[in-house]
């Protein structure tokens, strides 16, 4: 075929620093994870060999989950202006077996986020202050009461496993059911036909400025 | 370490059963607290043998006791905890230690392979060699026993002496005592003495005498003989200790936690695999000078693009 000169139509929908932020959660939040499951269950115990031996992850860890925190606050900071759930999320949710079945009819439009972002936003939140918050406690374990060191293994094990099934969740819709949202993660722009799809109400909204870019591309 | 591994009978954070296979009688340290003095020869006995260097040059803080508190480099305390029963004030001097539990929650809330072992005699041990420093037992263990040191990052506790009792000698402790507070033998050898000296003493008028084996652990290798057995808080022993918290932790959650993450992974596939990847079909390119004509939106697409 001819090379010809064509155009696309993109959308810019992740600036730099909220890309950097959201990076900054997801390797963080992967380290801890890893680290946490090897302390979690002994058959992950050999996550902890790969990263760099379990006394050493035993010192990092904590770091890397002050590290996560920051970074997870800024994104509240970022973001929190676009998670308020607005009523017709709350049609969203409701349509939920509708959507997650592959059929639109009757799935209200989203704007720049949906209702289930939005909730795996806040559940990222508070899971991430309460991890922290019972992190503490275990950190200095001869600090603490022994009541209290109880209630935070309870509260952090379980809050780890909470925010690990939405992350689950999370990376399944990103990555591969979803397709084109990595490329708004990674290059910080997707289509304007994923746009429309996926994000209608927020389409609306930035459609006529500069967030909408015609590049040219070669075939 | 001092057992050869064919007489571990217990690994913490292992799947595969442990390698003993000795027969070997229980040991049991016998602490009869009626008949202790308070001379502290066990303690100085124990940083001897163990040579720790516990630095116990403190200010006064108002009590008998050489430290207030067991720590990484003191392993065996006398108590001298000051109580009023029936108008009297009694002194109940009482040796603090690992109680070497049959079920021991340390090594079961243990996330190290290897790091706490427990031997066919019944002696509990840190391997230091693979503890992390999580600190993970001090929250197992029902009383309060390891200690983190913070200059190496690792838990300490009394060994009872594994590497003395490999050597058929008594622990450190047991050889030091004056008085015969402390005895050490077979467990079947030391219940028996225990029961016997709890008829003495109630035969002296201490009626609510009793011999302090905890069952909720799985019965201790320190055993003791409570002149006020009706209650062993006076002598800073929990009434009723258990494991039970480690049921639920290491129990419980580990249940749900693996269940959440098998069962998300397997979800999302099978998920994949009937609903397939969501795309949304390109916009029909324009070329280059023509005007910008935007096919017309799919926001209804199904998924098969
Ligand atoms: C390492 C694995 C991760 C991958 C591959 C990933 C991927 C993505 C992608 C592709 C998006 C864009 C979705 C869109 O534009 O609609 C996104 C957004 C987002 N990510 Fe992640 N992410 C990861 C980890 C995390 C973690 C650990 C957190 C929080 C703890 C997180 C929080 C978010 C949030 C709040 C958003 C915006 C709303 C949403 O899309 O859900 N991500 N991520
Ligand atoms: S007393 Fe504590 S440290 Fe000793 S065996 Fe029992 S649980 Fe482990």
Known sequence: ?219 | MAFEPTAIKAVSASVTPAPGVRNVPEVVKLIDVSSCIGCKACEVACQEWNDLPANVNRPFFGSYQTVPDLDWNFWQLIKFNEIQRDGRLIWTLTKYQCMHCGDPGCLRACPAPGAIVQYANGIVDFVQENCIGCGFCITGCPFDVPRLSPTTGKVYKCTLCSDRVSAGLEPACVKACPTKCLSFGTRDQMLAQASYRVEQLKANGYDKAAVYNPPGVGGTHAVYVLPYGDSPEIYGLPRDPSVSFVDVWKGGLRWLGNVVIFGGIIGAILHYLRFGPRRVPAEEPVEAGAAPRPTEPVPGDGGNG
Request: charged share 15%; net charge positive; proline share 3%.
């Open chain 1, 1 to 219: 075929m001819a090379v010809r000169e064509r155009r696309r139509v993109l959308v810019r929908r992740y600036s730099l620093f909220e890309r950097v932020v959201h990076w900054a959660v997801a390797i963080t939040f992967v380290y801890l994870m890893l680290s946490g499951l090897a302390l979690f269950w002994p058959p992950f115990f050999w996550f902890a060999h790969v990263l760099g031996g379990p006394a050493l992850v035993r010192i990092v860890h904590p770091y890397v989950g002050i590290a996560f925190i920051v970074a997870l606050l800024v994104m509240l900071g970022i973001w929190a202006k676009d998670m308020v759930l607005d009523r017709l999320d709350i049609e969203w949710l409701k349509a939920v077996p509708r959507y997650a079945t592959g059929q639109e009819e009757g799935v209200p439009e989203s704007g720049r986020f949906n209702a289930g972002q939005k909730l795996l936003f806040y559940t990222q939140i508070v899971a991430g202050i309460l991890l922290l918050l019972s992190g503490i406690v275990l950190w200095f374990p001869m600090q603490f009461t022994a009541g209290l060191r109880q209630a935070s293994f309870i509260i952090h094990d379980l809050m780890a496993i909470i925010a690990i099934g939405a992350l689950i969740v999370h990376i399944y819709m990103g990555l591969f059911y979803i397709r084109g949202s990595l490329q708004g993660m990674v290059e910080g722009v997707v289509s304007r036909a994923w746009a429309r799809a996926h994000h209608g109400r927020w389409y609306r909204q930035v459609e006529g400025t500069s967030a909408v870019i015609t590049e040219e591309a070669h075939d």
